[in-house]
C-alpha cells in the first residue's frame, strides 16, 4: 500500500517557480537596461562589458547609475523588478530562521502524536495527524543523517523536527532530545520506518525514556515472524504500550470489525444487528426462559447459520484477511469457518500463511480453486460448490482492483444478492468502472489509503477500549478463581500484558458481534428470549458463586456451555495461528499452553475445568464500549 501524497509544506520563496520565474524576467530586464544605457559609451568593449555589469548589479542593489534620470522603459521596468527580486532572496535566506522562530515559539503542549522516520508512509500520517482534530500537533522523530532539505520540509509544514543520533550512548544532548519529544502527554507513537530499523529505534526511545512514562506505541510491521521474535524483548519495557499493526491488518480490521460489512447469513446477521443495539429496555424486562436441559451441541449447530466465505486472490491483504477471518468468523465450537480461495498460484502463497500452524483443519475449512480469477471455469466452479453450501460473503484481495472488478461483474450470477468486497488502495482508480457495474452500488471498497493511511485507523482508540475492557473483566475473573486482587481499573490489568496477550483481547473485542449473533440465534431458537434477556438471565445464575459452582453451572447449562466452548475454540484458535500446541505449561517463548485441548467434553473434566469460567464471560461482557 502507499500513499499519492504527504506532508504539504509551504514552499520556499526561493524554490517557488513564480519566484524563479520572477528573478528571471528581473535579470533579463536589467541586462537589457544595462546594455542600452551603458554600451558604446566608453570608448571600448571591454569598459562597455565592465560598465554593463555594474549598472546590472547597482540594479539589484536598490539603486541606479542613472541617479534620478528617466531611462529606457525596459530600464524602468528593471528599477522595480530587480530590487523586488533582491529583497525576496534576502526573505529566502531568512525563512528558515522565522520558521525555526515560529515553532519555537509554538511547542507542542500535549495531546500531540509522535512520528518516527520521514519516508513516504510517515509523511503520509503526518498529512493527515495536521488536519485531524483529535491532535494538537506532530512531533517527527528523524535520524540525525536524515538530509537537510527533508527537515526543512517537515518544519515548514508546522511539524516539530527531532533530530537524534541513534548510535550515541547516553549523552546531554540526547537526554535534552528526548526531552522535547515530550513523551510523557504525548496521545500516542507511530512508527512507519523500515523494519528491523523500526524495532531498534522503538527500543533506543523505550531505554531512554521518563520512568512511568506510559506510552501508546503503533509499531508497523509487515513480518509477523520477525515481530513475533522482537515483541519478547520488547515486553521488556513495561511504560511502552506496544501494539504492532501492517497495513494490511488495518484494511482488514475495517472491513470486518467496522459492522458495515457482515460476513454472516442474512439470518444470522439479523441477530448482530440486533445485538449491536441499546440493551438497556432489555435489563427490566428479563422474559420467561423456556426450558433447554438436554439439548447437544449438534442441535444447537442446526439452528445456527453456517457462514461461508469466499476470497478471490491473495495480493498485498490476502494473508492477513484469512488470518483474521479463521478466528473472527467462527460460529460453532464444532467447526472452524468455511472458506473458498481462488486464484491463480494461491496455493503456495496460503502454505506461507499458515506455515506455523501444526493441524490446518483445526483453524480453518479450506477449499482452494487454483483458477483463472476472470474465468468462466472459475464461475461454474464457485456455482457447483454454492450449489451446496451457498457463499454468504465474498472478498477481493487481487492486487489489481480493476481486475478484481470485472471478476466480480463476470461472477455476479453465482454472487447475487450476498455482501462482496474490493480491495482498492484508491477509489478514483475504479469509480467509473463502479458506477457503471448494475451491482456497482452494492461493492464495498476497502484498504483505501484514506482509510488506512490515517492516525485514526492505527491509533485504533475504539478496538483499544473494548480490549482494555475486555481484559478487565477476565482479569476480575482470574482473581475471583485464584483468589488474588483484582484490578483497580482496565488500565491496571491492562500494563504489563505481553504483546501476545493484548493481541488476544484484541481478537476477542472483535469476535463479539458473531458471538453476540450466535447468542440471539440460540437463545431465540431453544430459550423464547433474546439475547440480552439470557444474559441477564446467566448473570443471575452465575452471580455469588465459587469457581467450582460457576463451572458447575456452565456445565450443567446447554446454551451457556455451548458459548462457552464456542468462545474456547475461538481462542484455541488465535494461538493455533501463532504456531502454538498444546504443552504442560504456559511457555510463550516455547509456544505452549496448557488450555489448548480441543475436545470439550475432556477438557471441562480435566484439571483445568474452572477456567471455563474466562470463556463463559466472554458471552457475558458483549455490552462493552464502542
Known amino acids: 500500500m502507499s500513499s499519492r501524497e504527504g506532508v504539504a509544506p509551504r514552499k520556499s520563496i526561493a524554490r517557488s517557480p513564480y519566484f524563479m520565474t520572477f528573478a528571471a524576467v528581473a535579470f533579463l530586464a536589467a541586462l537589457i537596461a544595462g546594455l542600452q544605457v551603458e554600451w558604446g559609451k566608453n570608448g571600448n568593449s571591454w569598459t562597455d562589458a565592465s560598465m554593463t555589469v555594474y549598472a546590472v548589479m547597482k540594479l539589484f542593489l536598490f539603486d541606479s547609475v542613472l541617479e534620478g534620470d528617466p531611462g529606457p522603459p525596459v530600464y524602468e ?3 522595480w523588478l530587480a530590487p523586488m ?5 534576502v526573505l529566502a535566506v531568512f525563512e528558515v530562521f522565522a520558521v525555526d522562530l515560529r515553532l519555537r515559539l509554538h511547542p507542542v503542549s500535549g495531546n500531540h502524536v509522535v512520528v518516527l522516520g520521514c519516508g513516504e508512509r510517515s509523511r503520509a500520517i503526518m498529512h493527515e495527524i495536521l488536519g485531524w482534530k483529535e491532535a494538537s500537533g506532530v512531533v517527527c522523530v528523524v535520524p540525525d543523517t536524515t538530509p537537510l532539505d527533508d527537515v526543512r520540509s517537515l518544519k515548514s509544514a508546522g511539524i516539530q523536527v527531532v533530530a537524534v543520533d541513534y548510535d550515541a550512548n547516553d549523552t546531554a544532548e540526547e537526554a535534552r532530545a528526548i526531552a522535547r519529544i515530550h513523551l510523557e502527554s504525548a496521545r500516542g507513537i507511530i512508527s512507519m520506518e523500515p523494519e528491523p530499523a523500526t524495532f531498534g529505534h522503538v527500543r533506543w526511545l523505550a531505554a531512554r525514556a521518563p520512568k512511568g512514562v506510559g506510552a501508546t506505541v503503533h509499531v508497523n510491521s509487515e513480518s509477523r515472524r520477525l515481530r513475533e521474535i522482537v515483541e519478547r524483548d520488547m515486553d521488556n519495557f513495561p511504560d511502552f504500550d506496544m501494539h504492532y499493526f501492517s497495513l494490511s491488518e488495518l484494511a482488514s480490521y475495517q472491513l470486518l470489525g467496522s459492522g458495515e460489512f457482515s460476513i454472516l447469513p442474512s439470518a444470522l446477521d439479523a441477530s448482530r444487528r440486533f445485538m449491536a443495539g441499546d440493551p438497556a429496555p432489555w435489563n427490566e424486562e428479563p422474559g420467561r ?6 439439548l447437544t451441541f449438534e442441535q444447537i449447530d442446526a439452528a445456527v447459520a453456517e457462514p461461508h466465505v469466499l476470497v478471490v486472490g491473495m495480493g498485498q491483504v490476502g494473508g ?6 479463521a478466528n473472527l468468523g467462527i460460529t460453532s465450537p464444532n467447526r472452524p469457518l468455511r472458506v473458498t480461495v481462488a486464484g491463480r498460484g494461491v496455493g503456495e502463497q496460503i502454505d506461507d500463511v499458515f506455515a506455523q500452524v501444526e493441524d490446518l483443519s483445526k483453524v480453518i475449512d479450506l477449499t482452494v480453486l487454483d483458477v483463472n480469477p476472470e474465468g468462466r471455469a472459475m464461475r461454474d466452479a464457485l456455482a457447483g460448490i454454492s450449489a451446496e453450501r451457498p457463499f454468504s460473503a465474498a472478498v477481493y484481495a487481487l492486487e489489481d482492483s480493476r481486475g478484481s472488478l470485472l471478476s466480480a461483474d463476470f461472477m455476479m450470477p453465482v454472487l447475487a444478492g450476498i455482501n462482496t468486497a474490493v480491495w482498492c488502495p484508491h477509489r478514483a482508480d475504479v469509480d467509473p468502472i463502479l458506477n457503471a457495474m448494475p451491482e456497482g452500488s452494492r461493492i464495498r471498497l476497502f484498504g483505501l489509503d484514506s482509510e488506512v493511511l490515517n492516525p485514526g485507523a492505527i491509533l485504533a482508540e475504539r478496538y483499544l477500549e473494548q480490549a482494555r475492557h475486555f481484559n478487565l473483566v477476565y482479569a476480575q475473573t482470574d482473581a475471583r478463581i485464584s483468589g488474588g486482587l483484582p484490578p483497580i481499573n482496565a488500565q491496571e490489568a491492562w500494563t504489563g500484558l505481553s504483546t501476545v496477550k493484548k493481541e488476544s483481547s484484541f481478537a476477542q473485542a472483535l469476535h463479539r458481534h458473531v458471538k ?16 440480552f434477556q439470557l444474559i441477564n438471565h446467566w448473570e443471575r445464575v452465575l452471580e455469588g458463586l465459587t469457581a467450582a459452582e460457576q463451572a458447575d453451572a456452565i456445565a450443567a447449562d446447554p446454551l451457556l456451555s455451548y458459548m462457552s466452548a464456542l468462545e474456547h475454540r475461538r481462542w484455541a484458535t488465535f494461538y493455533y495461528l501463532r504456531g502454538f500446541t498444546w504443552g504442560e505449561t504456559k511457555d510463550e517463548v516455547g509456544r505452549t499452553h496448557d488450555c489448548l485441548v480441543d475436545d470439550w467434553d475432556a477438557f471441562i473434566a480435566g484439571p483445568r475445568r474452572e477456567t471455563i469460567a474466562y470463556d463463559a464471560f466472554a458471552s457475558l461482557i458483549l455490552d462493552g464500549p464502542e
Open 77 to 79: 521596468v528593471a528599477r
Open 85 to 89: 527580486t533582491t529583497a525576496a532572496g
Open 289 to 294: 426462559i423456556l426450558p433447554y436441559g438436554g
Open 320 to 325: 492477513e484477511l484469512l488470518a483474521m477471518l
Open 516 to 531: 453476540g449473533a450466535v447468542l440471539d440465534a440460540t437463545a431465540r431458537a431453544f430459550a423464547g428470549v433474546n439475547g
